[in-house]
Structure formats: C-alpha cells, structure tokens
C-alpha cells in the first residue's frame, strides 16, 4: 500500500456528488414526474405512508399474534451469588464488599444498578457485604459463616 499525503488524498464515495434536486425541470434528468413515477397513491401530494404499510394488505405487525404484557414497574437487580463473592474473597483477600468494590470489580453493569446477593454455593470467610437486596437464605449463610449482610437504601430483606 502507498504511503498517503496530500498528494494521493482522495473523497470517499457519493462525498462530491450534488443533492437530488426534484421537480427542476426536463434538464436535471428528474423531470416530468419528479421520481414519483406514474399515478399511484405514492405520485399523489401529501402522501406518505405509514412504516411497515404493505399497500393496504394488513401489515405484518397486525398479522402476528400478540401475547403477555411488560410490567412498566418491574424492578431489575443484578444478581450476585455467594460462589462468586467466595472467589473474589479468596482472589484478592477482601474483607468488605461495598458498592464501589463491586463497581471496579465490573460485576455490576450500571452504576446505579440494584444487587441482590442469592444464596448460590458455600461461604466461609466472614465477609461484610452490601447490597440492595439478600435472600433469606443468603443473609443467614453470610452471618453463620461470621459476615454481616448490610442493606443499601433501608429496603426490608426479602
């Protein structure tokens, strides 16, 4: 490949063509019609169509069946079991998982995401951790293994 300067620059493609100008006359190549071809509902003035309109047969958005509904209030935690806590215990000999740790750590997606921490394997170091939210069974397995479970936002354990 040649080394390129100033001499060897070129525009990309389309970048110098001119804009389509419609409706200027025989002389411009888009004459007579203006590129709305022959009557139709597309040449008339003021037309334009809805998306996904398939020329009146019914559209296929209206054709498939539609089912469930989506709760606008839904809440979405990112879920974190105790396996993976244990490793990162284990890993980098952490005694406090805070909000910030599990940030840097990239365990959380966003940054103003809710946790909820699930009882997913075995703990045995005492580890403090802090989460929006903790199984029952998480929070036991947290305290019996000498941690304390430390809600974030004074929302009740559920």
């Not at 284990?90 to 940030?103: G, Q, S, Y």
């Amino acid at each position: 490949m040649a080394i390129r300067n100033l001499s060897n620059l070129r525009a990309p493609k389309k970048a110098n063509e001119n804009k389509k100008r419609v409706g200027r006359g025989m002389g411009s190549g888009m004459g007579k019609t203006s590129t709305r071809g022959h009557k139709g509902q597309g040449s008339r003035s003021g037309s334009s169509l809805m998306r996904g309109f398939e020329g009146g047969q019914m559209p296929l958005h209206r054709r498939l069946p539609k089912r469930g509904f989506t709760n606008i209030f839904r809440v979405e935690y990112q879920v974190l079991g105790l396996d993976r806590i244990a490793e990162i215990v284990a890993a980098l000999n952490v005694t406090e998982f805070t909000l910030d740790k599990i940030v840097e750590l990239g365990l959380l997606r966003r940054k103003n995401g809710l946790i909820k921490v699930l009882n997913n394997g075995e703990l045995n170091t005492a580890v403090t951790v802090y989460a929006h939210k903790f199984s029952k069974t998480a929070k036991e397995a947290i305290e019996k293994a000498g941690g304390k479970a430390i809600l974030i936002g004074g929302e009740a354990a559920a």
